[in-house]
Structure formats: structure tokens, C-alpha cells
């Protein structure tokens, strides 16, 4: 029982010595931390203040270099009595400086002269720089170009191909509708959608020679089958389609020797004439033929009771008149 009041005289001394000691450690490094801003502080300021100085010194020597020299001084006196007048250029010829050389101060540890050197590679270097790249513009501009043109050529040239085949169809349609109308009026020939003479005759020889083939197979073909009293009827076939076919080889022979003996000359230089003249030319020709003759429309698709009703149902001649 005797010992309870001496512990806790214990107790409260070690915390009370615990705390003065958390108090001097605080205070401690507040001071530390005080000390530190004042350094921090101080160097800031000093570095400031550094600059400062320097700046104003270069301002000054700036401001000192950028006035003239004036004429009580003594260099400008010696100058003067040597005939030199304030703004002339110096030298014999007058083409020397008329200013003098600008003071460059070293800021760095480099030697004399590297830095005009490192600035002269550098600048080099940008204008190597700028250079391929002005010449990769350049030919990128130039495929590019060459690309465009190639793609308009080509699609100009498809479009002319399809408005040629496009035109040449028309042509056709036209020049059959033209056959059918005049050979339904009893006309047997038109340069305008007849074959051409020449073609004609071959034509007519084709057709002869095709009977011709036609009969000599026929009688090349063996009588199996037949009997001993058909054989007589089956030569006179044969007899009888052998004179046909040489009849008809006269025929066709006088036929196309009496054509020819027929055509003028005039025709063949209508043919000629015909020929010449451009396929949009020619349907031009055809469809005017079938307006004026026939009262019919190729892009109407339909033939006319008469000339007034196709001019009041009929937007027009040409086909962007039906569009």
C-alpha cells in the first residue's frame, strides 16, 4: 500500500518529461524550417537581384553603344583632322562601313566563333530541311496531277466510248425502222439503211454458194435404206436439184451482172458520201427522213395520224427534247 503513491509520482514525471521533450522537438524544427525559408528566400532574392543587375548593365551598355561618338571626343578630334565627316563610309572607294562593328558580350564558355559556326550548320541544316521538303511537295503535287489527269482522261474517253456506242445503237434503230417504213411504201433501196453495192453482191454470192453446198451435200448423201425400186426416182432427184442449183447460179450470176450494169455512178458517190459523214450526222439525216415521210418519232416510240398531231404531241426532234 505504501508503494501505490511513490508510482505515480513516477508516472506523472515521465510525462511530464515526455511532453517537454515533444515541445523542444517541435521547436526545434520550426526553427529549422524557418532557417530553411530564410535560405530559399535569400538565394531567390539574391538570384533576382543577380539579374537584375546583369540586365541593367546590358541596358546601359546597350544604351552607351547606341549613341554616337560625340565631337569633343578625342578619337572623333583625330578623325576629324584626317578629313573623316560623321556618317561617311570609310575606305578610299567610300563603300566601307559607315557604322561601327556591334559589340557582342559572351554569355557563355564557349570559344570565339563556335557559336557563329553551330548557328551556321544549324541554319544549314533548316535550309537542307526545307529544301526536301519543298521537293516532296513538289512531286507529290506532280503524281497527284498526273493521277487527276489520268483519272480525267480516262473517264472522258469512257464517257465518248459509251456516247459513241450509245450514238451508233440509235443508228441502227433508226436505220431499221427507216427500212421497215419505206419497204412497207415500196421502197426497195436508200442509202440510208441499204447495205452498199459491193456488199450487196457479196451478199448475193454468199447466198448462191450456200445453195450450192447445200445441193452438193444433198446428193453426196448415200441411199442406205432405199430400195432397188426407189433408186430411179432417187437420180431423178438428184438430176432435178443439180439443174436447179445450176439455174440458180445463172440466175443469181445474170442477177447481179444486170444490177451492176444498173447502178449509175452518181450512186456509188451517194454511197460514198453517205459513208463519209459522222455517225451523229447520219442519225440526224434518218430521223428527219422519218419525221418528214412517216410523221414518226424515234425517242416517242410511236408514228403520228399526221404532221400537226406530231408537232402537238411531240416535245421535239432531238432526244434531249424528251428528257
Not at 537542307?128 to 498526273?146: I, S, T
Request: glycine share 8%.
Amino acid at each position: 500500500m505504501a508503494a501505490a503513491p511513490a508510482e505515480q509520482e513516477e508516472d506523472e514525471l515521465d510525462a511530464l518529461l515526455r511532453g517537454y521533450e515533444q515541445q523542444a522537438a517541435a521547436d526545434v524544427a520550426a526553427v529549422l524550417q524557418q532557417q530553411k525559408q530564410k535560405r530559399d528566400d535569400g538565394g531567390a532574392f539574391a538570384t533576382a537581384g543577380k539579374r537584375q543587375k546583369v540586365s541593367a548593365a546590358a541596358d546601359r551598355r546597350d544604351q552607351a553603344l547606341s549613341q554616337p561618338i560625340g565631337a569633343d571626343n578625342r578619337g572623333f578630334k583625330m578623325l576629324s583632322a584626317m578629313g573623316y565627316q560623321q556618317g561617311q563610309r570609310i575606305g578610299k572607294s567610300g563603300t566601307g562601313l559607315a557604322e561601327p562593328l556591334p559589340v557582342l558580350v559572351k554569355q557563355d564558355k564557349l570559344g570565339l566563333g563556335a557559336v557563329s559556326k553551330k548557328a551556321a550548320a544549324r541554319e544549314q541544316q533548316l535550309q537542307r530541311q526545307r529544301e526536301a521538303e519543298q521537293r516532296a511537295r513538289a512531286v507529290a503535287a506532280a503524281a497527284e496531277a498526273d493521277r487527276t489527269g489520268l483519272r480525267l482522261g480516262y473517264q472522258q474517253r469512257t464517257a465518248a466510248a459509251m456516247a459513241a456506242r450509245r450514238l451508233e445503237g440509235q443508228l441502227r434503230t433508226a436505220q431499221r425502222v427507216c427500212e421497215t417504213l419505206d419497204t412497207g411504201a415500196g421502197i426497195t433501196c436508200c442509202v440510208m439503211w441499204s447495205a452498199p453495192p459491193t456488199e450487196a453482191a457479196a451478199a448475193a454470192s454468199a447466198v448462191a454458194m450456200a445453195a450450192a453446198a447445200a445441193v452438193d451435200e444433198l446428193l453426196e448423201e448415200p441411199e442406205l435404206g432405199h430400195t432397188a425400186e426407189a433408186g430411179a426416182a432417187v437420180k431423178a432427184s438428184r438430176e432435178e436439184a443439180a439443174e436447179f442449183a445450176q439455174m440458180y447460179e445463172r440466175q443469181s450470176h445474170d442477177g447481179q451482172q444486170q444490177q451492176q450494169q444498173q447502178q449509175p455512178d452518181d450512186q456509188e458517190g451517194e454511197w460514198e458520201a453517205w459513208q463519209a459523214l459522222p455517225p451523229a450526222e447520219q442519225l440526224s439525216a434518218v430521223l428527219g427522213r422519218l419525221r418528214q415521210h412517216y410523221c414518226y418519232c424515234l425517242y416517242c416510240g410511236c408514228r403520228y395520224d399526221s404532221d400537226l398531231d406530231m408537232q402537238q404531241h411531240c416535245p421535239g426532234p432531238a432526244e434531249a427534247d424528251h428528257e
